[in-house]
């Protein structure tokens, strides 16, 4: 397994959201990768939308077990991302990446699978922030 992390934001602050990014997924990857998780994905892919009151940028859950493929667009509340520091922000990075496998399970992954990545990921949050 392998994580990918994208984003779509607005403002100046594409220095701080890629350095959370990156870390963040660095992070999970140093983790997961080469573990099977018997989950119906090739990838865990997700795009943070961190963007003020945006009508035109709406959080899209979509995840198909039979092309193995998802494709997750959730928000990061904005004014929190700015205003927080490093590690705030990978924090916020790590909730949303939760709240992606929660909504794994919703749309029928295999719940083991799933919930096996999280504590793997938890352990990551816990001990992995800068």
């Known amino acids: 397994m392998e994580i990918w992390i994208g984003a779509e934001f607005e403002g100046d602050i594409d220095d701080q959201l890629m350095d959370a990014q990156n870390f963040v997924e660095d992070e999970i990857n140093l983790c997961i990768n080469g573990k099977s998780y018997d989950i119906e994905l090739d990838g865990w892919d997700c795009i943070a939308i961190v963007m003020g009151d945006d ?33 705030g922000q990978q924090k916020l990075f790590f909730q949303m990446l939760q709240r992606s496998l929660d909504l794994l399970i919703e749309k029928g992954a295999n719940e083991s699978g799933v919930k096996a990545l999280r504590a793997d990921v938890e352990t990551k949050n816990r001990t992995g922030t800068q």
């Open 55 to 87: 009508p035109f940028h709406d959080e899209v859950v979509k995840y198909s077990k039979k092309k193995r493929d998802m494709d997750f667009r959730l928000k990061i509340n904005f004014d929190a991302f700015v205003k927080s520091d490093a590690l």
